[in-house]
C-alpha cells in the first residue's frame, strides 16, 4: 500500500482536504483524531496529561479542556515537548494500526494526515508529503474563527509550529488553500489522479 503524508500548518485547511480526499474514496488516517481518542478520560495518556498538567485543565466530565492545555503548550516549547512525548508514541502505535487495517482491506493508496510530520522527524515513513499552504492572514482568521480565540492566541500558536512556507518546500506536494473551495478541490482532484498513475 503506498502511503503519503498530508501536513501543514494551523488554519492551512488539512481538514477541509482530507474531507475531499475522502470523498474522491481515499482513505485518510486522521492524527489528529486519534489524538483525541487515545487521550479519552479512563486511557493512560488521558491519567499522565491529567498528572502532568494538573487537574486545572479537565472539564467538568474529566476530559481535558483542550482549548486550555493548548493555551499551556503553545505559549511554553517545554510544555509543549512534555506533551507530545506522552502522546506521539501512542499516536504512532494507533496509526499504524490504522494503516495494517487498511492494508488488509486491500486499500492501494492511503494518506495520513498529520501537522507535525516534519517537526517530528517523520517524513521518511511517507512516500511522499502533501503540505497544504494558504496566505498568512488567512491563517490568522481562520484560526480566530474555528478557535473562537483572540488573533495574539492565534498567532501564538502558528509561531509556535514550523514556519508554513518552510514545511510546503520541504513537502514534494504542495496544495494553495489561498482560494475558494471549488480552486482547492481541483488540485485534489489533480493530485488524486497523479497518485493513481
Do not use: W, Y
Not at 506533551?83 to 504512532?92: F, G, N, S, V
Not at 492511503?110 to 492572514?137: M, N, P, Q, S, Y
Request: charged letters at 35%; glycine letters at 10%; hydrophobic letters at 40%.
Amino acid at each position: 500500500m503506498r502511503v503519503f503524508g498530508l501536513t501543514g500548518g494551523i488554519g492551512s485547511g488539512k481538514s477541509t482536504v482530507s474531507r475531499m480526499l475522502r470523498e474522491e474514496g481515499i482513505e485518510v488516517v486522521d492524527a489528529d483524531r486519534i489524538a483525541r481518542e487515545i487521550a479519552a478520560p479512563g486511557t493512560p495518556v488521558h491519567g499522565e496529561i491529567a498528572r502532568r498538567f494538573g487537574k486545572g485543565i479537565l472539564l467538568p466530565d474529566g476530559g481535558i479542556d483542550r482549548k486550555k492545555l493548548g493555551g499551556i503548550v503553545f505559549s511554553d516549547a517545554d510544555k509543549r515537548a512534555a506533551l507530545e512525548a506522552i502522546t506521539h508514541p501512542a499516536i504512532a502505535t494507533e496509526i499504524a494500526a490504522a494503516l495494517g487495517r487498511l492494508e488488509s482491506e486491500g486499500r492501494e493508496i492511503a494518506v495520513v494526515e498529520a501537522a507535525l510530520i516534519h517537526e517530528a522527524g517523520r517524513k521518511g515513513r511517507f512516500e511522499k508529503t502533501i503540505a497544504v499552504r494558504c496566505g498568512r492572514d488567512q491563517q490568522v482568521r481562520r484560526l480566530m474563527d474555528r478557535d473562537k480565540i483572540t488573533r495574539e492566541e492565534a498567532r501564538d500558536r502558528i509561531a509556535a509550529q514550523m514556519d508554513p512556507e518552510e514545511k510546503a518546500r520541504a513537502s514534494e506536494i504542495v496544495i494553495d488553500n489561498s482560494g475558494d473551495l471549488d480552486a482547492t478541490r481541483a488540485q485534489v482532484r489533480a493530485l488524486i489522479a497523479s497518485l493513481k498513475l
